[in-house]
């Protein structure tokens, strides 16, 4: 038996007496053992109480991805209640679905594709699509109550060139942030919810949807959505991918994949609060607080008052805006917006404890745009002709003006994290949520100068 096992074992020759004096003292000596244990299991249950959250700032113009941002850390950091939101998150998709396709029905009556060269005048592959279709405005209907959505007859941003006259890009479905839309599927009626939802409702969307779904294939394959095209109809709308995956969304049985949820588009209006319960070993049973605020020009003024007292700021930058306009202001490019945007924070007071992440996003849609032909010069001056007009060279030069931007305006000196990210990648997102975290955590130390 080991020499440092306890309680130790008697003497050979102990007397009775000995023997309850020692038993006593063992009994004394594990009860003060034990108030000890309870002591330092009280002290750290209250150092949890007291330690502050971890807030996190999410800013950004409409549409740089902050709200596809959220959903990788979901994924990446709290997989169980990511994966327990599917069935909100198939709603979402079939009304991004359903939308899409009315939009280009609707787009078919207006202009010169969906007839026979006149107005007015449809031909038959129109007609018969416009017929087996028309269902869907009834899915669009229910979905968008069960939601509690709102449609926001917001166009995309508009190519920064002169374009040929056509019917306004497919209006976005918003709600409003703090309305816990992902709790519709719980409610039901007699709730004390102004939207009653039933369940029943929600099935039948999705019956239609299937009934639909190799008419919506024959849409989408049909000549009339090249000559949509042809005609200068932008169809490279965020629920274009859904429209060729119409076959296996559209199915009853579909069950939505994380690739599909984070496709998936919801425009959030106002302030919307995150609070994840961190699941992964680091930082295991903390809560992680994201505020994800608006990002069109009406909404900004509402932003410093969510700059104080917060861990981290990360701004979005869409690099693949330089050749559009802001969709609330067709004057300005996006791309020189994001940078008077990010000039702005830079030289907030409020922030000057925060730790500054900057994520130039959306690169596969600034490689797609570059690999077509469309040359980044024209529309940004300062970058010489003679560059190269690839993804790399492009994204360094953003890089190297946002780092500038910082460093000239920041009211102190500190250190900025930079990443290169396409919020739809989980492979790529996973590195840099990872080096992210890590930031945060470590920053979080030296302010509580345990480091």
Not at 241 to 265: C, M, N, Q, S
């Amino acid at each position: 038996m080991s020499s440092h096992s306890w309680p130790p074992p008697p003497p050979k020759d102990e007397t009775e007496q000995q023997k309850a004096a020692r038993i006593a003292a063992e009994k004394e000596a594990k009860k003060i053992s034990d108030e000890i244990d309870r002591a330092l299991e009280q002290e750290k249950q209250e150092l949890r109480k007291r330690r502050p959250q971890t807030k996190i700032l999410l800013l950004g113009q409409a549409e740089s991805g902050k709200s596809t941002m959220i959903k990788n850390f979901q994924l990446y950091f709290c997989p169980s209640s990511f994966h327990a939101e599917t069935e909100a998150w198939r709603a979402v998709i079939h009304l991004n679905l359903a939308r899409f396709v009315n939009y280009i029905l609707y787009v078919l009556s207006n202009t010169n594709a969906g007839s026979g060269g006149k107005r007015g005048d449809p031909n038959r592959d129109y007609r018969m699509f416009q017929m087996r279709l028309s269902p869907l405005k009834q899915v669009e209907l229910i979905l968008t109550r069960c939601l509690s959505a709102e449609s926001t007859p917001i166009s995309t941003p508009m190519e920064d060139k002169p374009a040929v006259r056509i019917p306004p890009a497919a209006p976005e479905v918003s709600v409003r942030g703090g309305s816990s839309w992902k709790t519709f599927m719980r409610r039901r009626r007699g709730s004390q919810s102004k939207v009653a939802v039933n369940p029943d409702e929600v099935e039948d969307a999705r019956r239609i949807l299937d009934a639909c779904k190799d008419d919506i294939v024959a849409l989408w394959t049909s000549p009339v959505i090249r000559a949509l095209e042809e005609e200068g109809v932008d169809l490279h709308h965020h629920a274009r991918y859904f429209l060729e995956h119409a076959g296996r969304v559209a199915d009853i049985k579909y069950v939505p994949t994380t690739d599909d949820i984070l496709r998936a588009r919801l425009r959030t209006v106002g302030v919307e609060e995150y609070r994840m319960t961190m699941e992964t070993a680091a930082e295991k049973g903390e809560e992680w607080v994201f505020y994800d605020v608006g990002g069109q020009r009406s909404q900004r003024a509402s932003w410093a008052s969510y700059f104080e007292d917060v861990n981290a700021m990360m701004f979005l930058c869409p690099m693949s805006g330089f050749n559009q306009r802001l969709a609330e202001d067709r004057s300005v490019n996006r791309l020189y917006d994001s940078m008077e945007l990010w000039e702005t924070v830079c030289r907030s007071k409020l922030l000057g404890n925060a730790t500054f992440i900057l994520l130039l996003n959306k690169a596969d849609l600034l490689r797609a745009k570059l690999k077509a032909g469309v040359q980044f010069s024209d529309y940004v001056m300062n970058y010489d002709r003679d560059q190269p007009n690839t993804t790399e060279a492009v994204a360094h030069y953003i890089r190297k003006e946002m780092m500038e931007i910082h460093r000239v305006y920041s009211p102190r000196k500190r250190q900025l994290h930079v990443h290169l990210t396409c919020a739809i990648d989980p492979g790529l997102m996973a590195a840099v949520l990872a080096s992210i975290r890590d930031v945060i955590l470590v920053d979080i130390l030296h302010q509580t100068t345990l480091l």
